[in-house]
């Protein structure tokens, strides 16, 4: 079947058979590097977008769901000044997420940040329940979205004067 979505900004079609899950089409189809297939249960967000602006494990999305769409992915959200925001959260804070889980984690807080202003530990940690890497250092990724909450508060205040 022919499944049409806006994909990273750009309008897209792949065929896909009917069993085949959102992660497995944009990792094949669409070459999209950053989703992670690892637990294939939603838990671990490794193949973590955004579907319609809400964050998602793709991995739990049936591919034809996405059809007329809007999906951004790590790539995509690269593209965007927000990212930095994050990134100098993570360099603050010493904080060092593996390869494997840093584009789930950067997705995450990206969505943290777009729906709290300054987030609190009890939200972090909600967003981030599940997600259990051997990088993840609790105390520090809290005070790294802090921080990336400060760098976005700062810069959105700078753009609005």
Known sequence: MKINFKL????VEFDS???TRLVDLLKTSAKIMSLRTSCYRGICRGCSLFFNG???SSCLIPAFQARDAE?????????FDEINDIIKGFEDT???PCEFCRPGKIMTIHSIL??????DEHQILEAFEGI???C???STLIKSVKAGAYYRRRRRRARSI
């Open 8 to 11: 990273n900004g750009k309008n």
């Open 17 to 19: 058979a009917p069993g």
């Open 54 to 56: 809400d964050l998602v």
């Open 71 to 79: 999906i951004i992915t790590f790539e995509g959200l690269s593209k």
């Open 94 to 96: 010493g904080y060092h």
């Open 114 to 119: 777009e729906n709290y202003v300054e987030p």
């Open 132 to 134: 259990n890497c051997s």
């Open 136 to 138: 993840t250092d609790k």
